[in-house]
């Protein structure tokens, strides 16, 4: 679970956050809705653990993330929105290190690695080195590094921008399996249609404070998974991969 | 009625003609940006003014004073001997010389800046903008100037040594050469380094300005690497084998450690020089050092370069982090002061021990300086080798000045930085 409790955060004299609370449970995909400069890269970044708060408390899976941060990022997975990596190294090379940190089984995580970098189609490109990746390749990246050892709360922070159609179905289907196996999932999109469909609640930013929090039920989405056009586009792909 | 030719952009065929830069045009239309520049590098030097905090504005006035004193005793001495043996315009003529040099310092400075800039200015930025690419290289001359301002101190202080001994109108005149000196040589090494690094450009039909912007910042050809071992291993020694592999690969790391291992290349071979034990001995410590204060550098660079975004969500403690860097700088330097020990035929056993006991404290503690300088200054590289060496030069003049002072100053260095340690925790990232 991720618990968020009056966070604050201040750049100078501009209030990124102020006093922002909320949890998401486990299972529960919850997403992350605001306008430019509502707070929501400043909430996650700091719930990842990258800057601290001026006041508050983030708790991943019980384990603050100031107090206790090896605790806290064991369990903890984060796709950032600007992900950087070592430009030198070819992803195999940095997701086999991330592999290493995290206590991973050696062929679990590679035969892991292998099964999200060919959904996301980038498997072909996995021994290249970083330096010659897209943005949309790095997002790919960055969210295979967050997912891969299965963590209890994941951040993704716009983490489907940039991706291509195929591949940001593929990476939602890989959303929905962590939220099954019981992962907290706090989802921060520009894109509502996506948090319409994919997420089973919702927190609005406004001006670094929680404006409003929505249950899917509020509003009205059905159980459909993918939008019509997804459908049909998830049918054409099927068929072509059938042919 | 039939066109006597083609038609503007299109070819004798009449097929459009493909028009990869029209220069006449382009410089005919730009209206006068020298405001718009001015505005823009007032409020860039506001902004790294301010990005200085107060202690860090101390140090460096204090470094400067320390360092402009050091260079004016190292003048003075010498240019005192100079003029009672070949008079006052003997000494005016030593003058000359040592500003001519100070000028050339910040001329390779500039030529170092400018190098950096031409790769990593934001090229196709800069030529979506209605601006003249010439103008653009103007601004860069500004920029790449920036260190070279780092002489004009030490070189003032050379020049104020003169004073009384050197008539003043002569320290006048040497002083309006050094203006015109560091301007010219700044300016030219800069345009040097542009010239060497638009040659490394494709694009040898376009003007050499738009060819830097226009392959500034363009990604390598993306050359496979060899796939990974997957391995079972605890955090440190995951970030250790990252280290190893980042610097057996082309790029800032490596070459600070190819630096390291070269200085304890010629550390070793002080042992067959032409001279005694004792002053081979000598020079094998005087190679050390710099080679203990190149692995510093490559920590720092190994440090700073961790991407926040990539590194900081993973379960890594300070710990791991500065372990991971400590073992490297161990393992490179102990290997070191074992060859050493062995190569030292010619002196005793105990003298022997005494190099790998007392070396080993000295090069540690170098290395380990640059190593928590790194760690506590991340993301900031140059801020962390600014003062690592400035520190590493406080204590090489504190140990000419008063013997053993060097040691004070330099487990003061250790203290200030091992305090420093606990900011990597709440590193400001973002």
């Known amino acids: 679970m991720l618990e968020i409790a009056g966070l604050e955060r201040s750049y100078g004299p501009r209030v990124a956050l102020a006093g922002v609370s909320f949890t998401v449970q486990p299972g529960e995909i919850v997403g992350l809705l605001g306008a430019n400069g509502a707070g929501k890269s400043t909430l996650l970044r700091t719930a990842a653990g990258l800057q601290p708060p001026d006041a508050g408390r983030v708790r991943v899976a019980g384990h603050d993330v100031w107090d206790s941060p ?4 064991r369990a903890l997975g984060y796709a950032a929105e600007e992900p950087a990596f070592h430009e030198e190294l070819s992803a195999a090379e940095y997701l086999s290190f991330v592999s290493s940190v995290r206590a991973l089984e050696p062929a679990a995580a590679e035969a892991r690695v292998r099964a999200l970098a060919g959904a996301l189609d980038l498997g072909e490109r996995l021994d290249d080195p970083v330096r010659g990746y897209s943005h949309g390749m790095r997002k790919k990246l960055s969210f295979v590094a967050a997912v891969l050892h299965r963590p209890a709360v994941l951040l993704c922070d716009e983490a489907l921008e940039g991706f291509d159609a195929p591949s940001a179905l593929a990476a939602k289907a890989e959303l929905r399996t962590r939220a099954r196996e019981g992962c907290a999932v706090l989802f921060s999109s520009h894109v509502t249609e996506t948090v319409e469909r994919l997420c089973d609640r919702v927190v609005m930013l406004r001006r670094g404070r929680v404006a409003r929090e929505l249950a899917r039920a509020a509003w009205g989405a059905g159980a459909e998974e993918h939008s019509p056009l997804e459908r049909a586009f998830l049918d054409m792909v099927t068929e072509g991969a059938a042919e | 009625m039939v066109p006597s030719g083609p038609a503007p952009g299109q070819s004798p065929c009449g097929t459009p003609a493909p028009i990869l830069y029209n220069a006449t045009r382009m ?12 505005a823009l590098e007032r409020r860039l030097a506001e902004r ?4 200085l905090d107060g202690r860090s504005r101390a140090v460096f006035a204090a470094l400067t004073a320390l ?13 005192d001997g100079w003029v009672r043996s070949h008079g006052t315009l003997g000494g005016a003529q030593w003058l000359a010389v040592a500003m001519a040099a100070w000028a050339l310092v910040a001329g390779a400075l500039a030529a170092w800046r400018q190098d950096a800039l031409a790769t990593r200015v934001p090229g196709s930025e800069w030529l979506a903008l209605p601006v003249d690419p010439a103008r653009v290289m103007r601004h860069l001359l500004g920029e790449s100037r920036l260190p070279a301002f780092a002489v004009i101190p030490p070189a003032l202080a050379t020049l104020v040594a003169g004073a009384g001994l050197v008539p003043a109108w002569w320290l006048a005149l040497l002083a309006a050469f050094f203006a015109l000196a560091w301007i010219e040589c700044t300016r030219l090494a800069a345009a040097a380094a542009r010239a060497i690094a638009a040659r490394r450009s494709r694009h040898a039909a376009l003007p050499a300005p738009v060819r830097l912007l226009a392959s500034a910042r363009q990604a390598a050809t993306a050359k496979k690497r060899r796939a990974p071992r997957w391995r079972a ?16 690969t082309p790029g800032p790391a490596q070459p600070r450690m190819a630096s390291a291992l070269a200085l304890v290349g010629v550390s070793l071979a002080m042992w067959f020089a032409a001279a005694e034990p004792l002053q081979r001995r000598a020079l094998a410590f005087a190679a050390f050092l710099p080679a203990a204060t190149a692995l510093g550098a490559w920590a720092i660079t190994r440090t700073c370069g961790d991407p926040a975004a990539a590194m900081r ?5 300070l710990a791991d982090t500065w372990r991971a860097r400590f073992v490297t700088l161990a393992a490179v330097l102990g290997a070191a002061l074992v060859a050493n020990a062995l190569l030292a035929a010619g002196l005793p056993l105990g003298a022997r021990f005494g190099i790998v006991l007392t070396w080993s404290a000295c090069g540690l503690a170098v290395a380990a300086l640059g190593l928590q300088y790194g760690l506590t200054l991340h993301p900031r590289a140059l801020a962390a080798e600014n003062l690592y060496f400035g520190w590493l030069g406080v204590t090489l003049m504190a140990s000419w000045m008063i013997p053993l002072l060097g040691w004070i100053v330099l487990a003061a260095g250790l203290v200030h930085s091992g305090v420093r340690l606990r900011r990597w925790w709440t590193s400001e990232t973002a």
Do not use: C
Request: aromatic share 14%.
């Open chain 2, 27 to 38: 410089h005919t239309t730009y209206p006068d940006q020298s405001a718009a520049f001015s």
């Open chain 2, 67 to 79: 360092l402009s004193g050091f260079f004016f005793w190292q003048a003075r001495v010498p240019l």
């Open chain 1, 70 to 73: 090896l605790e806290a990022r």
């Open chain 2, 233 to 248: 291993e605890g955090g440190w020694r995951a970030l250790q084998r990252l280290d190893l592999t980042l610097t057996r």
């Open chain 2, 313 to 317: 969500p993973l379960p890594l403690s």
């Open chain 2, 48 to 51: 790294r003014w301010r990005a």
